[in-house]
């Protein structure tokens, strides 16, 4: 264990083993309900992890999913950990419409909401789909009252990613004022942006390279920002049907992702995401005082708010 704690954030995006995007179709769509379920147990079997370690981290929790297990999400928010929003019906923000987009991250954040009885302030998309084609939802986001969001990639990938997007955590500016974002983790090799946030990765690297990346990136003074998902822990879950690679990217080394997490948590101090950037709730604080102060009307934060570099 590192002897300082650095500003490293850990994440799950709360989600059924069926409802990835990479095994999306209208037919599967309509038979969510019917498919067996297995997001609490493995959530449960995270929370029990994360417990032993002392750790807390930030889940951002599907509407869909908190919906019908209400009573996790207390549970998630009673071991001490952040619950932010993953929207409501997991669907690609590539593939919705702004009103559509308004609407589910709204419904997802007054139900996560009406749970736990506080404030929901993050937002990741599904399948990291705020892309340049759909840079507008930021200004959504801040409009709906979140005040961070942890969608935008760095990278290239043929389903989501923003090359030249800033790989720090930093300020957005919309129209409609500052979002806080949470940029997934990525390293720069051969002058090339490599993802190394967890996921996917996290299963296809061998650790020890990975733990190299992520040192490297520990050593030039920047936060880990790691993601992953409950299914990544059940490697006895029902297998779906779809393309090779579609299979290859969800099912890959899945029996590892246990040891690895347990290993990864040994070498580096992780806390949530508003624990390890506390300028979040600063942001936060400051538009609800500015709200308050106009009758309800909630100014943007000033651009003189600190940044993060």
């Known amino acids: 264990m590192p002897d300082t704690i650095a500003k490293h954030c850990l994440s799950f995006d709360v989600e059924e083993h069926f409802q990835v995007s990479a095994f999306e179709s209208p037919m ?3 038979h969510w309900d019917q498919y067996e379920s297995r997001v609490e147990a493995n959530t449960e079997k995270l929370l029990e992890l994360l417990g032993n370690r002392r750790v807390r981290a930030t889940f951002f929790v599907l509407g869909w999913v908190a919906e019908r297990y209400s009573s996790l999400v207390r549970r998630i928010a009673s071991a001490g950990h952040e619950i932010a929003s993953h929207g409501y019906a997991h669907e690609l923000i590539t593939a919705q419409t702004p009103a559509a987009f308004r609407d589910d991250i709204r419904k997802a954040k007054g139900i996560l909401e009406n749970i736990l009885s506080q404030q929901v302030l993050g937002y990741r998309a599904p399948s990291f789909s705020i892309t340049k084609d759909t840079m507008w939802a930021t200004q959504i986001l801040v409009e709906e009252g979140y005040v961070y969001d942890s969608s935008i990639f760095p990278v290239l990938h043929d389903r989501y990613g923003v090359p030249s997007a800033n790989p720090d955590v930093h300020q957005l500016l919309t129209s409609s004022g500052l979002l806080w974002e949470v940029p997934p983790s990525t390293v720069k090799c051969l002058g090339v942006r490599v993802p190394v946030a967890g996921g996917g990765y996290f299963r296809l690297y061998p650790y020890p390279l990975l733990r190299t990346l992520l040192r490297k990136l520990e050593t030039e003074g920047s936060s880990l920002v790691m993601y992953m998902h409950p299914w990544e822990f059940d490697p006895n879950q029902p297998r779906m049907e779809g393309s090779i690679m579609s299979r290859l990217r969800h099912y890959m080394n899945l ?20 624990e390890a950037f506390p300028q979040i709730a600063h942001h936060h604080r400051l538009r609800t005082e500015a709200s308050a102060n106009v009758g309800g009307n909630c100014s943007p934060a000033s651009s003189s708010d600190v940044l993060l570099n």
Do not use: V
């Open 28 to 30: 599967r769509r309509r």
């Open 255 to 274: 029996d590892k992702t246990e040891l690895r997490l347990r290993a990864l948590l040994q070498d580096f101090s992780f806390s949530s995401i508003q």
